[in-house]
């Protein structure tokens, strides 16, 4: 099987497989969904997810390593994150 997720840098089989799982089946999916609300679907899925997997993200639509991820594009990251599960306690 030739999957697209997969030759983007970061994301491996488990990865990949966590995101077809949440319909995520290409590049233009992940853009359209973004890091944040891609990882937040993996995670609500019930896949036990670390905040890796949103660098990671992150960095494959950036097409840079997730360590290599600036730590204030990181805390931008985790503030997304952090807002957009306050507007679901709403």
Do not use: C
Request: proline residues 2%.
């Amino acid at each position: 099987m030739n999957d697209e997720l997969q030759h983007l840098k970061n994301l491996g089989k488990t990865s990949s497989q966590w995101l077809h799982a949440v319909g995520i089946h290409n590049v233009s999916d992940l853009r359209r969904h973004g890091a944040v609300d891609a990882y937040r679907a993996v995670r609500a899925r019930g896949f036990r997810a670390s905040k890796v997997l949103l660098y990671a993200i992150e960095g494959a639509l950036l097409d840079i390593h997730w360590s290599e991820l600036p730590p204030t594009r990181k805390e931008s990251l985790n503030l997304q994150l952090e807002e957009a599960a306050n507007d679901d306690r709403i």
